[in-house]
Structure formats: structure tokens, C-alpha cells
């Protein structure tokens, strides 16, 4: 019987090409078998996630169209078995408070990527 392996998808979300490119790189070294890609905002990472299912999110809070909460909560109602972490440096209290109940876990920019 074959079976298939079931490679990780993990979408990387921020307005930063920075950002971006050093998440997904380190996210490529610690997670080889991980496919990861990257959206630049809440519009694009919500068009990939109509054409293919994510395992994981990881979104800033801070953006433009949408903003990162909005991203999550479309995330958690249309797409409720992907797991949704928060990524920011500059959060508000308030920005925390609306965006923790659509989120799993959230992380402070500079995140340490120590495994």
C-alpha cells in the first residue's frame, strides 16, 4: 500500500519584504520538508488561502487591507483547522485584545528561532 507524505504549509503574511524573506528563510532551515510561501497582506494571503489549505498562518498585525486581525478572523471562519500566530513588534493593547481570541499563540517581534 503507498502512502503519501503530507508536507507542511506554512504561509508567511507582513507588508515588509524584509520581513519576509528572513521568515521564510528560517522558517525553510528549521522545517526543510515545509513548503513556505509568503503573502504581502491580508488581500494576497486570503486569495492563496481560497486556492489552497495552509496548515499554518503566521501574520503580522500591522497591515493594510486587511489588517492581521481581520486576516485571522477570516482565517478562523473559513478555514478553522489552520493553526493562526500573530507575529508583531508594535502592537497596541488594543490591537491584542481584539486579535488573541482569533489567534493560537502570539510572538514579539524580534522572535528567537531557537529550537
Request: glycine share 4%.
Amino acid at each position: 500500500m503507498e502512502t503519501t507524505t503530507h508536507h507542511h504549509r506554512i504561509l508567511v503574511v507582513d507588508d515588509e519584504d524584509k520581513v519576509l524573506g528572513a521568515l521564510k528563510r528560517r522558517l525553510s532551515q528549521l522545517c526543510p520538508d515545509a513548503e513556505v510561501s509568503i503573502a504581502h497582506g491580508g488581500d494576497e494571503a486570503i486569495e492563496l488561502s481560497s486556492h489552497r489549505d495552509f496548515d499554518l498562518v503566521i501574520s503580522d498585525l500591522r497591515m493594510p487591507k486587511p489588517d492581521g486581525e481581520r486576516l485571522l478572523n477570516f482565517l478562523r471562519r473559513y478555514h478553522p483547522e489552520t493553526m493562526r500566530v500573530i507575529l508583531s513588534g508594535q502592537a497596541t493593547s488594543e490591537m491584542l485584545l481584539a486579535a488573541l481570541p482569533v489567534s493560537h499563540q502570539y510572538l514579539e517581534k524580534p522572535c528567537p528561532t531557537e529550537r
